[in-house]
């Protein structure tokens, strides 16, 4: 685990994770308490502010990546010039099923705690030459509505799920959605350091919940909720230079629903498969 600073501030009560230099010269900002229950003290709640359980029903201003269910298969309906398929290992896929408020949704195979595992993890890569999936230095929100299986980690293949992300540790930068330790989390690796931010809001397996995460200058943002309350939304910060995320290749997918290679294959031994449903996971680049 990474380890990092927390300022709280008396007016938005909201959790602040301070970058600390690294031995590889980077900047490194966490909110990771593994192992602590965190209060709901440490978190910005917006009681009496109207939110939208949907990003497809707010307004956009920039690049979008909007996935929804068609007919079983997940497709583009935002603005960047994309294509999706499906990676599939041991004979795993994914097939349609009911989303939040009639959406339709996602549905990704269960965990299996022994034996063969098929998995399916949704690629998206770019059709053309330019990079639509790339931030560079710009503000950027993704996130996704889900709702987790009772089971859905264990094995050494499969300890986390993940829900919408580009690139992986081993390469210089990523973006990434994920459920960590059963919270919704979110992680920004530039050129210029690491943040990682973990939402105080335990997910219950079989509730809908929409969480979002957004880069925007030196501050990662995290917020969650579940879509029966809207109100009951809870918002972390993490801060800490993150810098450009353009990778090195404009190749690299974007995987919704689990973890890929370079060359959008799933990784057999550390696919962090998400065991239950996705409905509308999105990006969208500010301004793009």
């Known amino acids: ?66 996935l929804e269910d068609d007919h079983g298969r997940p497709a583009q309906a935002g603005t960047a010039a994309v294509e999706v398929r499906v990676a599939a290992l041991d004979g795993g896929s ?32 770019n059709k053309g030459d330019d990079d639509e999936l790339n931030p560079g230095t710009a503000a950027f929100t993704w996130g996704t509505d889900f709702k987790i299986d009772a089971r859905s980690e264990g094995r050494t293949e499969d300890n986390g799920d993940n829900l919408v992300q580009r690139g992986i540790y081993s390469e210089p930068t990523l973006y990434k959605a994920e459920l960590d330790l059963g919270r919704p989390a979110c992680v920004v690796q530039g050129v210029d350091g690491i943040v990682t931010i973990r939402s105080s809001t335990a997910v219950i397996p079989g509730i809908w919940y929409h969480m979002e995460c957004r880069r925007d200058g030196a501050e990662v943002t995290v917020t969650s909720w579940p879509l029966d309350d809207p109100n009951d939304r809870t918002t972390r910060i993490g801060v800490g230079p993150t810098g450009d995320v353009t990778p090195v290749e404009p190749s690299i997918p974007l995987s919704v629903g689990g973890k890929v290679s370079q060359t959008g294959e799933v990784i057999k031994s550390a696919t962090d498969q998400l065991n239950g449903d996705l409905a509308r996971p999105f990006l969208e680049i500010d301004g793009a």
């Not at 300022?7 to 230099?21: I, M």
């Not at 192992?35 to 109207?50: F, M, R, V, Y």
């Not at 996602?106 to 034996?115: E, H, V």
């Open 94 to 125: 994914v097939a349609a099923s009911a989303g939040p408020d009639g959406a339709r949704a996602i549905a990704f195979p269960p965990y299996r705690a022994t034996g063969t595992y098929p998995r399916a993890v949704v690629v998206v890569t």
């Open 1 to 66: 685990m990474i380890g990092g600073t927390g300022l709280s501030r008396a007016r938005t009560r909201a959790r602040r994770a301070v970058g600390v230099p690294t031995l590889a010269g980077l900047s490194v900002a966490v909110l990771l308490l593994a192992g602590c229950d965190l209060s709901d003290d440490e978190d910005t709640h917006a009681a009496s502010t109207p939110v939208t359980a949907s990003p497809s029903a707010r307004p956009h201003t920039g690049r979008t990546v909007l």
